[in-house]
Protein backbone atom coordinates (compact mmCIF):
# COMPACT_ATOMS: atom_id res chain seq x y z
CA UNK A 1 0.00 0.00 0.00
CA UNK A 2 1.40 3.65 -0.96
CA UNK A 3 0.72 6.34 1.22
CA UNK A 4 0.92 10.17 0.99
CA UNK A 5 0.58 11.17 -2.16
CA UNK A 6 0.44 8.26 -4.04
CA UNK A 7 4.47 8.28 -3.63
CA UNK A 8 6.00 6.38 -0.22
CA UNK A 9 5.37 2.90 0.87
CA UNK A 10 4.70 1.75 4.60
CA UNK A 11 8.06 -0.03 4.69
CA UNK A 12 10.03 3.25 3.67
CA UNK A 13 8.03 5.11 6.50
CA UNK A 14 8.92 3.14 9.15
CA UNK A 15 12.52 2.77 7.80
CA UNK A 16 12.85 6.90 7.16
CA UNK A 17 11.17 7.34 11.41
CA UNK A 18 13.37 4.46 12.98
CA UNK A 19 16.39 7.16 11.11
CA UNK A 20 14.78 10.09 12.03
CA UNK A 21 15.26 10.72 8.12
CA UNK A 22 12.55 12.92 5.52
CA UNK A 23 11.06 11.68 2.48
CA UNK A 24 9.74 15.22 1.65
CA UNK A 25 9.77 18.33 2.34
CA UNK A 26 6.29 20.74 1.50
CA UNK A 27 7.90 24.83 1.14
CA UNK A 28 6.74 27.64 0.00
CA UNK A 29 8.37 30.06 -2.13
CA UNK A 30 6.22 33.21 -1.34
CA UNK A 31 2.77 33.88 -0.20
CA UNK A 32 1.55 36.04 -3.27
CA UNK A 33 -1.41 34.76 -4.96
CA UNK A 34 -3.94 36.11 -7.31
CA UNK A 35 -7.06 33.99 -6.42
CA UNK A 36 -8.43 34.52 -3.30
CA UNK A 37 -9.99 30.71 -2.60
CA UNK A 38 -12.81 30.44 0.31
CA UNK A 39 -11.31 27.61 1.78
CA UNK A 40 -7.70 28.89 1.73
CA UNK A 41 -5.34 27.71 4.70
CA UNK A 42 -3.75 31.12 4.56
CA UNK A 43 -6.19 33.74 4.96
CA UNK A 44 -3.38 36.73 3.54
CA UNK A 45 -2.08 36.00 0.16
CA UNK A 46 -0.61 39.61 -0.84
CA UNK A 47 2.98 38.67 0.13
CA UNK A 48 5.41 39.21 3.23
CA UNK A 49 8.46 41.51 2.93
CA UNK A 50 10.18 39.17 4.82
CA UNK A 51 10.29 36.13 2.86
CA UNK A 52 12.87 33.44 2.40
CA UNK A 53 15.55 34.78 -0.27
CA UNK A 54 16.20 32.03 -2.94
CA UNK A 55 19.74 31.46 -1.36
CA UNK A 56 17.29 30.50 2.51
CA UNK A 57 14.93 28.82 0.04
CA UNK A 58 18.10 26.50 -2.09
CA UNK A 59 19.74 25.88 1.48
CA UNK A 60 16.50 24.66 3.58
CA UNK A 61 16.11 22.41 0.47
CA UNK A 62 19.33 21.15 0.32
CA UNK A 63 19.16 20.40 4.28
CA UNK A 64 15.66 18.37 3.70
CA UNK A 65 17.84 16.33 1.00
CA UNK A 66 20.54 15.80 3.38
CA UNK A 67 17.99 14.31 5.82
CA UNK A 68 16.89 11.95 3.10
CA UNK A 69 14.19 13.65 1.10
CA UNK A 70 13.77 12.81 -2.21
CA UNK A 71 10.88 14.67 -3.34
CA UNK A 72 9.75 18.98 -2.60
CA UNK A 73 6.27 19.85 -2.69
CA UNK A 74 5.80 23.41 -3.70
CA UNK A 75 2.61 25.43 -2.20
CA UNK A 76 1.66 28.75 -2.72
CA UNK A 77 0.78 31.30 -2.65
CA UNK A 78 1.05 30.82 -6.27
CA UNK A 79 3.79 29.20 -7.47
CA UNK A 80 3.51 29.72 -11.46
CA UNK A 81 3.42 34.20 -10.81
CA UNK A 82 6.82 33.57 -8.32
CA UNK A 83 8.85 35.40 -10.20
CA UNK A 84 12.08 33.11 -9.75
CA UNK A 85 10.38 29.92 -10.34
CA UNK A 86 11.51 28.47 -13.08
CA UNK A 87 15.06 29.18 -11.76
CA UNK A 88 14.12 27.02 -8.10
CA UNK A 89 12.47 24.42 -11.07
CA UNK A 90 15.83 23.77 -12.49
CA UNK A 91 17.91 23.39 -9.44
CA UNK A 92 15.42 21.11 -7.87
CA UNK A 93 16.17 18.56 -10.91
CA UNK A 94 20.10 19.36 -10.84
CA UNK A 95 19.60 18.34 -7.13
CA UNK A 96 17.87 14.76 -8.14
CA UNK A 97 14.85 16.23 -6.37
CA UNK A 98 11.24 15.16 -7.24
CA UNK A 99 9.00 17.66 -7.53
CA UNK A 100 5.17 18.17 -7.44
CA UNK A 101 3.72 21.38 -7.75
CA UNK A 102 0.29 22.78 -6.62
CA UNK A 103 -1.33 25.61 -9.09
CA UNK A 104 -3.96 27.38 -10.09
CA UNK A 105 -2.38 27.53 -13.47
CA UNK A 106 -2.27 31.39 -13.93
CA UNK A 107 1.39 31.77 -14.99
CA UNK A 108 1.65 28.44 -16.64
CA UNK A 109 1.98 29.40 -20.43
CA UNK A 110 3.87 27.34 -23.32
CA UNK A 111 7.59 28.57 -21.87
CA UNK A 112 6.41 27.36 -18.31
CA UNK A 113 5.14 24.21 -19.61
CA UNK A 114 8.22 23.91 -21.14
CA UNK A 115 10.16 24.03 -18.52
CA UNK A 116 7.73 21.48 -15.91
CA UNK A 117 7.73 19.18 -18.85
CA UNK A 118 11.50 18.72 -18.62
CA UNK A 119 12.07 18.53 -14.84
CA UNK A 120 9.17 16.10 -14.73
CA UNK A 121 7.04 18.54 -12.57
CA UNK A 122 4.24 16.29 -10.79
CA UNK A 123 1.71 19.11 -11.49
CA UNK A 124 -1.11 19.11 -9.22
CA UNK A 125 -3.91 22.13 -11.13
CA UNK A 126 -6.31 22.93 -8.49
CA UNK A 127 -9.79 23.07 -9.67
CA UNK A 128 -13.41 22.14 -7.69
CA UNK A 129 -15.61 22.50 -10.17
CA UNK A 130 -16.49 22.09 -13.94
CA UNK A 131 -19.35 24.35 -13.10
CA UNK A 132 -17.85 27.45 -14.17
CA UNK A 133 -20.03 29.78 -11.77
CA UNK A 134 -19.54 27.04 -8.74
CA UNK A 135 -15.45 27.33 -9.78
CA UNK A 136 -14.73 31.00 -9.81
CA UNK A 137 -16.82 31.41 -6.40
CA UNK A 138 -14.53 28.92 -4.79
CA UNK A 139 -11.46 30.95 -6.19
CA UNK A 140 -13.02 34.18 -5.05
CA UNK A 141 -11.92 35.23 -8.47
CA UNK A 142 -14.02 35.81 -11.58
CA UNK A 143 -12.33 34.17 -14.76
CA UNK A 144 -10.63 31.72 -12.35
CA UNK A 145 -12.26 28.56 -14.82
CA UNK A 146 -10.78 29.91 -17.45
CA UNK A 147 -7.29 30.14 -16.27
CA UNK A 148 -7.59 26.83 -15.10
CA UNK A 149 -8.83 25.45 -18.13
CA UNK A 150 -6.09 27.28 -20.32
CA UNK A 151 -3.70 25.75 -18.15
CA UNK A 152 -4.46 22.61 -18.62
CA UNK A 153 -4.91 22.78 -22.01
CA UNK A 154 -1.20 24.19 -22.34
CA UNK A 155 -0.13 21.28 -20.34
CA UNK A 156 -1.66 18.82 -22.45
CA UNK A 157 0.27 20.50 -25.72
CA UNK A 158 3.83 19.24 -23.68
CA UNK A 159 2.30 15.45 -22.94
CA UNK A 160 0.22 15.70 -19.60
CA UNK A 161 -0.43 13.56 -18.57
CA UNK A 162 1.61 10.33 -19.32
CA UNK A 163 3.42 7.98 -17.39
CA UNK A 164 6.80 10.39 -17.44
CA UNK A 165 3.99 13.79 -16.71
CA UNK A 166 2.13 13.13 -13.65
CA UNK A 167 -0.77 15.52 -13.54
CA UNK A 168 -3.54 15.42 -10.67
CA UNK A 169 -6.46 17.16 -9.96
CA UNK A 170 -6.52 19.10 -6.62
CA UNK A 171 -9.92 19.17 -5.28
CA UNK A 172 -11.87 20.37 -2.05
CA UNK A 173 -15.22 18.77 -1.16
CA UNK A 174 -17.74 21.32 -0.17
CA UNK A 175 -21.24 21.86 -0.33
CA UNK A 176 -21.39 23.22 -3.67
CA UNK A 177 -19.64 20.66 -5.71
CA UNK A 178 -20.46 17.25 -3.77
CA UNK A 179 -23.33 15.95 -5.78
CA UNK A 180 -20.59 16.62 -8.68
CA UNK A 181 -17.77 14.79 -7.71
CA UNK A 182 -18.86 11.27 -8.47
CA UNK A 183 -18.57 12.74 -12.39
CA UNK A 184 -15.62 14.51 -12.04
CA UNK A 185 -13.92 11.42 -10.37
CA UNK A 186 -14.57 9.48 -13.35
CA UNK A 187 -14.10 11.93 -15.68
CA UNK A 188 -10.28 12.57 -14.42
CA UNK A 189 -10.04 8.47 -14.13
CA UNK A 190 -10.70 8.20 -18.05
CA UNK A 191 -8.37 10.78 -18.73
CA UNK A 192 -6.31 9.54 -16.88
CA UNK A 193 -5.66 12.27 -14.41
CA UNK A 194 -4.92 11.90 -11.14
CA UNK A 195 -7.78 12.59 -8.56
CA UNK A 196 -6.74 14.32 -5.20
CA UNK A 197 -9.77 14.81 -3.36
CA UNK A 198 -9.61 16.18 -0.13
CA UNK A 199 -11.92 16.94 2.90
CA UNK A 200 -11.66 20.53 3.61
CA UNK A 201 -9.34 21.54 7.25
CA UNK A 202 -11.61 23.91 9.41
CA UNK A 203 -9.45 26.91 9.05
CA UNK A 204 -8.39 30.10 8.38
CA UNK A 205 -10.63 31.08 5.47
CA UNK A 206 -13.01 28.03 5.73
CA UNK A 207 -13.68 29.14 9.22
CA UNK A 208 -15.41 32.01 7.75
CA UNK A 209 -17.06 30.29 4.77
CA UNK A 210 -18.99 27.74 7.02
CA UNK A 211 -21.19 27.81 3.84
CA UNK A 212 -18.68 25.16 2.17
CA UNK A 213 -19.40 22.43 5.42
CA UNK A 214 -20.44 19.16 4.53
CA UNK A 215 -22.12 16.51 7.20
CA UNK A 216 -19.34 13.75 7.99
CA UNK A 217 -22.65 11.25 6.86
CA UNK A 218 -22.01 12.87 3.69
CA UNK A 219 -18.05 12.26 3.26
CA UNK A 220 -18.77 8.74 4.47
CA UNK A 221 -21.18 8.45 1.45
CA UNK A 222 -18.99 10.18 -0.99
CA UNK A 223 -15.70 7.93 -0.25
CA UNK A 224 -17.53 4.80 -0.19
CA UNK A 225 -18.94 5.68 -4.03
CA UNK A 226 -15.89 6.28 -4.84
CA UNK A 227 -14.61 3.53 -3.74
CA UNK A 228 -16.75 1.07 -5.52
CA UNK A 229 -16.43 3.28 -8.44
CA UNK A 230 -12.74 2.94 -8.43
CA UNK A 231 -13.24 -0.88 -7.86
CA UNK A 232 -15.96 -1.37 -10.68
CA UNK A 233 -14.63 0.38 -13.04
CA UNK A 234 -11.35 0.75 -12.73
CA UNK A 235 -9.77 -2.02 -11.18
CA UNK A 236 -8.13 0.05 -7.88
CA UNK A 237 -9.17 -0.82 -4.74
CA UNK A 238 -8.83 1.41 -1.44
CA UNK A 239 -10.62 1.63 1.85
CA UNK A 240 -12.59 4.17 2.26
CA UNK A 241 -11.09 6.72 5.50
CA UNK A 242 -10.53 10.63 5.75
CA UNK A 243 -9.12 12.81 4.73
CA UNK A 244 -8.13 12.17 1.39
CA UNK A 245 -9.87 9.94 -1.35
CA UNK A 246 -8.11 7.02 -2.07
CA UNK A 247 -5.26 7.79 -0.04
CA UNK A 248 -3.64 8.07 3.25
CA UNK A 249 -2.25 10.80 5.17
CA UNK A 250 0.39 10.03 7.15
CA UNK A 251 2.79 13.05 6.29
CA UNK A 252 3.83 13.78 9.68
CA UNK A 253 5.89 10.94 10.16
CA UNK A 254 7.76 11.69 6.87
CA UNK A 255 7.47 15.44 5.70
CA UNK A 256 6.97 18.85 6.78
CA UNK A 257 5.98 22.25 6.05
CA UNK A 258 9.00 25.72 5.55
CA UNK A 259 6.40 28.66 5.06
CA UNK A 260 7.91 31.59 2.79
CA UNK A 261 8.52 33.37 5.92
CA UNK A 262 10.67 30.45 6.99
CA UNK A 263 8.65 28.65 9.86
CA UNK A 264 8.25 25.27 10.26
CA UNK A 265 4.99 23.27 10.52
CA UNK A 266 4.36 19.84 10.97
CA UNK A 267 1.68 20.36 8.43
CA UNK A 268 -0.50 22.99 6.66
CA UNK A 269 -3.13 22.33 9.30
CA UNK A 270 -1.13 21.91 12.08
CA UNK A 271 0.05 25.58 12.50
CA UNK A 272 2.26 25.08 15.23
CA UNK A 273 5.87 27.13 14.68
CA UNK A 274 7.92 24.59 15.71
CA UNK A 275 10.95 27.50 15.41
CA UNK A 276 12.51 29.18 12.46
CA UNK A 277 15.17 27.73 10.12
CA UNK A 278 16.69 31.24 10.28
CA UNK A 279 17.66 30.09 14.28
CA UNK A 280 18.29 26.80 13.80
CA UNK A 281 19.23 23.50 11.42
CA UNK A 282 15.97 21.78 9.74
CA UNK A 283 17.39 19.15 11.57
CA UNK A 284 18.09 20.17 14.76
CA UNK A 285 14.19 21.59 14.73
CA UNK A 286 12.88 18.36 13.87
CA UNK A 287 14.92 16.59 16.17
CA UNK A 288 13.91 18.40 19.03
CA UNK A 289 10.27 19.03 18.55
CA UNK A 290 7.83 17.70 21.10
CA UNK A 291 5.07 17.91 18.57
CA UNK A 292 6.77 15.97 15.63
CA UNK A 293 8.64 13.13 17.83
CA UNK A 294 4.27 12.88 19.17
CA UNK A 295 2.92 12.59 16.05
CA UNK A 296 5.64 10.20 15.11
CA UNK A 297 5.19 7.94 18.20
CA UNK A 298 0.86 8.75 17.12
CA UNK A 299 -0.26 5.23 18.24
CA UNK A 300 0.71 6.09 21.56
CA UNK A 301 0.30 9.25 21.96
CA UNK A 302 -3.26 9.86 20.12
CA UNK A 303 -6.15 10.00 21.93
CA UNK A 304 -9.91 9.37 21.92
CA UNK A 305 -11.78 7.30 19.47
CA UNK A 306 -8.91 7.69 17.11
CA UNK A 307 -6.86 5.78 19.74
CA UNK A 308 -9.12 2.73 19.22
CA UNK A 309 -10.27 3.15 15.76
CA UNK A 310 -10.35 -0.80 14.26
CA UNK A 311 -8.12 1.23 11.62
CA UNK A 312 -5.65 2.89 14.09
CA UNK A 313 -2.34 0.89 12.80
CA UNK A 314 -2.50 3.07 9.92
CA UNK A 315 -4.46 5.98 9.98
CA UNK A 316 -4.26 8.51 12.35
CA UNK A 317 -7.40 10.70 10.99
CA UNK A 318 -6.59 14.65 10.10
CA UNK A 319 -4.21 15.86 12.81
CA UNK A 320 -5.21 19.46 10.92
CA UNK A 321 -8.74 19.24 11.47
CA UNK A 322 -8.05 17.80 15.20
CA UNK A 323 -5.71 20.90 16.01
CA UNK A 324 -8.41 23.46 14.37
CA UNK A 325 -11.06 22.44 15.72
CA UNK A 326 -10.17 20.88 19.09
CA UNK A 327 -6.96 22.90 19.45
CA UNK A 328 -5.15 19.73 20.60
CA UNK A 329 -3.40 18.51 17.93
CA UNK A 330 -3.64 14.49 19.60
CA UNK A 331 -6.99 14.62 19.33
CA UNK A 332 -9.49 12.35 17.58
CA UNK A 333 -10.45 13.78 14.17
CA UNK A 334 -13.55 15.34 14.77
CA UNK A 335 -14.67 15.26 10.69
CA UNK A 336 -13.68 11.08 10.74
CA UNK A 337 -17.58 9.33 10.08
CA UNK A 338 -15.78 6.64 12.56
CA UNK A 339 -15.28 9.32 15.56
CA UNK A 340 -18.92 8.70 17.69
CA UNK A 341 -18.03 12.57 18.49
CA UNK A 342 -17.89 13.48 14.84
CA UNK A 343 -19.37 16.91 14.20
CA UNK A 344 -21.99 17.21 12.15
CA UNK A 345 -22.42 13.26 11.71
Request: hydrophobic fraction near 40%; charged fraction near 25%; aromatic fraction near 8%.
Amino acid sequence: MQIYNLEFTEQEIRDAVAAGKLLSMEIEFSRLCNFRCSYCYVPNRSGESNELSREEIKDVILQAKGLGARKIIILGGEPSIYPHLVEMLRFLGREGLEIEMFTNGSGIDANLAAVLAEERVRVVLKLNSRDEAIQDRLAGKNGAFQIIHRALATLRQVGYPSPEQFLAISTVICRQNIAELPAMWQWLRQENIEPYFEVITPQANALDNMWLSVTSSELKELFTRLSAMDREQFGRNWEPQPPLVGNKCMRHQVSCVVTATGEVFPCVGVTIVLDNIRNHSLAHILKHSEVVNNLKNYRQMIKGACRTCEKAEECYGCRGAAYQMTGDYLASDPTCWRNASGVGS
